[in-house]
């Protein structure tokens, strides 16, 4: 029986891009049996996972701001304190259990005590996280926020502009072997100019999923087509 599995990687509010690959994905009659995520790439998959539609997805991103979504509280857990996200999620996944989603649901974190990457899959739910479900399916898809780009030196004018570039090259860097182990890869490289606190831009950033999906679905097809 074959199964298609995908990997959702981080981006902050990019992550949105997430949802339009999955409206495409719904057109087409294409279901996925197993995914995985990071960061904003998690929240899509472990939604996904527990059968809501890209229409739920995108009105539990309208009924929010960035603001609501990171307080500016120092956390003692990591890099920002998200109560009202994570109150948001319960709601909407009020069992809390891995065990009880739809489909398995795989979540890339980093342990900043260690320094290192930690997979987890089961128990409490909390770049691309790719190899962790290769042998849990027969396709493996990525949904890639960040693809490598060459920019020209006029278009780092900004320290700001520089500190963006810098974060998107490591995390680039850290994802590409993920990115070689897929079957097929979506760069969205339509969100270059959108940064991971773009939530104003929700629905362009679904718009530009939902086309970098489309370009790939007839590939996509005559793949499962030929698997069968």
């Known amino acids: 029986m074959m199964k298609i599995g995908m990997a959702f990687s981080g981006g902050g509010a990019r992550g949105v891009a997430h949802i339009g690959v999955l409206k495409a994905f719904e057109e087409n009659n294409i279901q996925l049996d197993v995914v995985s995520g990071t960061s904003a790439g998690s929240i899509v998959a472990a939604l996904y996972a527990n059968g809501f539609s890209?229409?739920?997805m995108m009105e539990f991103v309208r009924d929010t701001t960035i603001f609501k979504f990171f307080s500016m509280r120092l956390p003692t857990g990591g890099l920002v304190k998200t109560?009202?996200?994570?109150?948001?999620?319960?709601?909407m996944i009020p069992?809390?259990?891995?065990?009880k989603l739809n489909i398995p649901l795989k979540i890339a974190v980093t342990n900043l005590t260690k320094g290192i990457p930690e997979i987890k899959e089961k128990?409490?739910?909390?770049?691309l996280p790719?190899?962790?479900?290769?042998?849990d399916c027969n396709l493996l898809i990525g949904s890639n926020l960040i693809p490598y780009v060459d920019i020209d030196n006029h278009e780092l004018t900004t320290m700001k502009e520089i500190g963006i570039r810098c974060f998107d090259l490591v995390v680039n860097q850290n994802t590409t072997i993920d990115v070689d182990s897929c079957d097929l890869i979506i760069n969205h490289f339509g969100l270059r100019n959108m940064t991971l606190?773009?939530?104003?831009?929700a629905d362009e950033i679904f718009q530009i999923g939902y086309e970098s999906a489309l370009k790939i679905i007839p590939q996509l097809i005559q793949t499962l087509e030929s698997k069968q």
């Open 123 to 127: 128990g409490s739910i909390v770049n």
């Open 95 to 99: 069992h809390n259990d891995f065990a």
């Open 197 to 201: 606190f773009s939530i104003s831009k």
């Open 130 to 135: 790719a190899r962790v479900i290769k042998k």
């Open 83 to 91: 109560t009202f996200l994570e109150e948001k999620i319960l709601k």
């Open 54 to 56: 890209s229409e739920d």
